[in-house]
């Protein structure tokens, strides 16, 4: 059975600050997800990862896959109050799609 | 504008009382999926579907069904709703894998069922 786990849970960072958000899994997948949830909203895609190495980047933050070991990062650089929300990964099971639990990410001054 | 629309936003019922939750799409999507959000749970896949008339369970099936007899509709119905099934329900879409994969959620269904 497919288990996604991230940490931490919650996050509060000063802005200005870098930091990491981990994804482990448990079996073989072939693709994984990031997303971000602003309170009260949907979700919103931001990465596709599809093969051992990729690595991804959008502004402040930066994705990269290492599916040897099952592991996910989520590196945040320079963190700025507009990236205050949480943060999903989701990773592939033939067609079903399993979520993490989340990371709440507050950034203050 | 490309989209997923869910109807109704908000609903409050009582136990017993079928419902369905409607979810479309205007992006020629195959795959379709219900998800629901529980605080500390993360979200969990309900139902999906791969294309027209092809379903298939997720995670957290029981409860609910749903069908796909046209390629932008995917409705959830519940047909005897119950107090554990209050949550705040997800569509999502988009193309099969292979594709650009990436998901497009609707903007939510909050559900209470009393």
């Known amino acids: 059975e497919l288990k996604v786990e991230q940490n931490p849970l919650f996050l509060s960072m000063q802005e200005g600050k870098n930091y990491t958000i981990y994804c482990n899994y448990s079996?073989?997948?072939?693709?994984l997800y990031w997303y971000r949830q602003d309170p009260g909203k949907s979700l919103e895609s931001l990465f596709v990862?599809?093969?051992?190495?990729a690595v991804k980047q959008e502004g402040r933050l930066m994705a990269s896959l290492d599916t040897k070991a099952r592991l996910s990062t989520l590196h945040i650089t320079a963190a700025v109050h507009d990236l205050s929300a949480t943060y999903f990964c989701?990773?592939?099971?033939?067609?079903?799609?399993?979520f993490g639990t989340g990371t709440r990410l507050q950034v203050f001054p | 504008e490309a989209q997923v629309t869910q109807n109704p936003r908000y609903l409050i019922t009582v136990t017993g009382k079928k419902l369905t939750v409607t979810c479309s799409q205007n992006?020629?999507?195959?795959?379709m999926s219900w998800y629901r959000q529980d605080p500390g749970l993360g979200l969990r896949q309900i139902y999906y579907?791969?294309?027209?008339?092809?379903?298939d369970k997720g995670d957290v099936p029981e409860g609910y069904k749903v069908s796909r007899k046209e390629k932008r509709n995917f409705p959830l119905i519940l047909e005897s709703p119950s107090p554990n099934q209050t949550s705040l329900y997800f569509c999502?879409?988009?193309?099969?894998?292979?594709?650009?994969?990436?998901?497009?959620f609707g903007p939510g269904t909050r559900l209470t069922v009393l």
């Open positions: 999502a879409s988009s193309l099969p894998a292979g594709g650009s994969d990436t998901q497009y």
């Open positions: 079996t073989t997948s072939d693709r």
């Open positions: 990862l599809l093969s051992n190495g």
């Open positions: 989701a990773v592939s099971n033939t067609d079903k799609l399993i």
């Open positions: 992006m020629n999507h195959e795959y």
């Open positions: 579907s791969m294309n027209v008339e092809v379903t």
